[in-house]
């Protein structure tokens, strides 16, 4: 009987456009290509990362890197796929990748196993929509994360999804809660 999670979802129909429309794309510095696909899943990743193609350029988890949590590469469905780009595929590849924050762990310190993470806070927004090409696997999405502030154990990410040409596809605000290691 408790309340676990409540979300809010707002649908709408187009408008006219009235300050901004049509905005120029804005590439997130994106690698030229794909770098070393990176396996993942269980036990260490989640079941469903072992149906997408993570190639990571920056931002390596248990690295113990904490000058700077940041977080870039390719993510996306194999590069043969013939699945279109859907909103709802955007919205699930937005938050496959690890949470930056686990860039800043020292891979020393997991004795007793990686930390608990929690999601306080989650808000996802679509800038532009998406093309349902599946030419976009060929490549993948340009991602990026950056945490930008936090303290004692409670941290905020910004997390950005961009096609290779520089459509900003989504943007991904979290507020986590990171447990300890030991």
Do not use: K
């Amino acid at each position: 009987g408790d309340l676990w999670t409540r979300a809010v979802v707002v649908f709408g129909v187009d408008r006219s456009p009235t300050a901004v429309s049509n905005p120029a794309p804005t590439a997130a510095d994106p690698a030229p290509q794909p770098g070393t696909v990176v396996p993942l899943g269980p036990p260490l990743a989640p079941e469903f990362t072992t149906q997408l193609r993570f190639a990571p350029v920056l931002g390596f988890p248990f690295s113990g890197t904490v000058d700077q949590l940041v977080t870039a590469g390719w993510v996306g469905l194999d590069e043969d796929s013939d699945d279109p780009l859907t909103p709802a595929m955007v919205a699930a590849i937005a938050d496959a990748w690890w949470t930056t924050s686990l860039v800043g762990i020292d891979g020393a310190s997991l004795a007793a196993g990686p930390p608990p993470v929690a999601t306080l806070d989650f808000a996802l927004s679509f800038p532009e929509p998406a093309d349902p090409d599946p030419a976009v696997w060929r490549t993948g999405l340009w991602h990026t994360g950056r945490v930008i502030g936090g303290h004692d154990g409670y941290l905020t990410e910004v997390r950005t999804l961009h096609t290779s040409d520089g459509r900003l596809l989504a943007v991904n605000t979290q507020m986590q809660a990171i447990g300890r290691t030991q």
